[in-house]
């Protein structure tokens, strides 16, 4: 890697980690009135929204991993598109949070390594392997989605509005994976991935 792309995916990981992120579409969430929550429920959705938060940040680095070892063009620009929608995630959950008076996971940094590694490390594997790997992650992240969807509060419309959104981009990159000729992963493979997410989302809610 020359010098130039260096510095352009060190300013990528800079912007995801300590800047905020902007979105060319607008906010699920802002036309949606502000609900009345207690606490409880406020502190809940905020711990929610915080672990989508976390989920937009590694999804930010498995593409940018992913796309450093790339071979296929148009599979990079598949991974470019993605990747800007997951942009836009991050900053719908980015903002969710500060309206509920939440913060971003204290270990953002952290999970931003371990996904670029493993980006990187799907990537090497070869294309197909790599699609078959986004695939499944976008689809662990959909089934998550649909369980903050039944544990958000009822009333939360603004945050519901923001998750079904992104759950439905988050099928649509799921769908382009398998498109662009995703392989299936081995079983251990996804039971792992599992594993490892449980861990962060359990982690998140709290830190």
């Known amino acids: 890697m020359n010098a130039d792309r260096l510095l352009i995916e060190f300013d990528k990981a800079l912007r ?13 969430g802002s036309k949606q009135t502000e609900a009345e929550l207690s606490e409880v429920e406020r502190a809940h959705a905020s711990a929610l929204m915080r672990i989508n938060h976390v989920g937009e940040v590694c ?7 992913q796309s450093l070892t790339c071979r296929d063009p148009e599979l990079r620009q598949a991974l ?21 008076g939440g913060r971003t996971s204290l270990l953002n940094p952290l999970w931003y390594v371990g996904a670029l590694t493993i980006g990187m490390a799907a990537g090497k594997l070869g294309d197909q392997w790599s699609l078959g790997f986004l695939a499944e992650t976008e689809r662990q992240v959909e089934a998550h989605l649909d369980h903050h969807l039944s544990e958000l509060p009822n009333q939360d419309h603004r945050s519901r509005a923001i998750v079904e959104q992104m759950r439905r981009d988050e099928i649509a990159h799921a769908e382009t994976a398998v498109r662009l000729g995703a392989k ?13 997410s449980r861990v962060m989302t359990h982690t998140s809610y709290y830190l």
């Open 16 to 28: 995801t980690l300590f800047a905020p992120a902007t979105s060319a579409r607008e906010n699920p």
């Open 59 to 65: 999804a930010q680095a498995l593409y940018q991993g």
């Open 80 to 100: 470019a598109t993605a990747a800007n929608e997951e942009t836009e995630h991050l900053a719908w959950t980015e903002n969710r949070l500060v309206e509920l």
């Open 184 to 196: 299936d992963l081995p079983v251990p493979v996804m039971t792992l991935m599992k594993l490892a």
